[in-house]
């Protein structure tokens, strides 16, 4: 099983930007789904990006296309999740989760969590 630790959340202000980090261990770089997701208070958790270290492509949830970016860096074994132009819609505690195997859009398909960080944008 992967096990996932994250960091990087924080308080910032509408218009900021943030990068989340993801670092993976207990597979093979190649082999690595990841995927971010986030839930805000009182709605249900949403995919927000993902991408396939194998071949690096991607995928965007629509509300956060053209904002933020999700990358890999396979000598760190870390996935990161650029934010910009943030808003206070993005406030959130944002999750990353993996898998050996291509990333899913579905966060009951992924078995590893990391514990959250909590992100909030300021009006």
């Known amino acids: 099983q992967v096990q996932v630790v994250e960091s990087g959340g924080g308080l910032v202000q509408t218009g900021g930007s943030l990068r989340l980090s993801c670092a993976l261990s207990?597979?093979?770089?190649?082999?690595?789904?990841t995927g971010w997701f986030r839930q805000a208070p009182g709605k249900e958790r949403e995919f927000v990006a993902g991408?396939?270290?194998?071949?690096?492509?991607?995928h965007y949830a629509d509300s956060v296309k053209g904002r933020f970016t999700i990358s890999r860096d396979n000598a760190k074994s870390t996935a990161y999740l650029q934010m910009s132009s943030l808003s206070p819609e993005d406030t959130a505690v944002y999750y990353c989760?993996?898998?050996?195997?291509?990333?899913?859009?579905?966060?009951?398909?992924?078995?590893?969590w990391g514990q959250g960080t909590q992100v909030t944008v300021s009006s």
């Open positions: 989760a993996a898998r050996l195997d291509y990333f899913s859009d579905k966060e009951w398909d992924y078995d590893s």
């Open positions: 207990g597979g093979t770089n190649s082999n690595y789904g």
């Open positions: 991408i396939n270290w194998r071949s690096g492509s991607t």
